[in-house]
């Protein structure tokens, strides 16, 4: 069984950072690619960032220069460190990762961790 437990969300004023973690845990045998994506309320989820096993970055334009992804293989983390949050960042933000446990390739996502920017 593959989990995705995120963490790090919170509030934060206008201009501020939060990191957020996501850790994988379960029988893995490798991770692909791991990612971060949000929701507003009305909106559709979108694409943050990725990150690929590769170490291949590619952001959102929205985000570019002001988010960064990277990741700790030794620990199946993937991290966001968020600088200069705006309020249009308010969102669920999604962790998602492409694994391959029991000779199986599937995409696995976490439960979602909210992020609020005040004005």
């Known amino acids: 069984q593959v989990q995705l437990v995120e963490s790090g969300g919170g509030l934060v004023q206008a201009g501020g950072s939060l990191r957020l973690s996501c850790a994988a845990s379960g029988s893995i045998f490798r991770i692909n690619a791991m990612g971060w994506y949000r929701q507003a309320p009305g909106k559709q989820r979108e694409l943050v960032a990725v990150?690929?096993?590769?170490?291949?970055?590619n952001y959102a334009d929205s985000v570019k220069g002001r988010f960064t992804i990277s990741r700790d293989n030794a620990k199946n983390t993937v991290y966001l460190q968020m600088n200069s949050l705006k309020p249009e960042d308010t969102a669920v933000y999604y962790c998602?990762?492409?694994?391959?446990?029991?000779?199986?390739?599937?995409?696995?996502w976490g439960q979602g961790t909210q992020v609020t920017v005040s004005s």
């Open positions: 990150i690929t096993g590769g170490g291949e970055l």
């Open positions: 998602n990762a492409d694994i391959i446990a029991a000779m199986v390739l599937n995409g696995y």
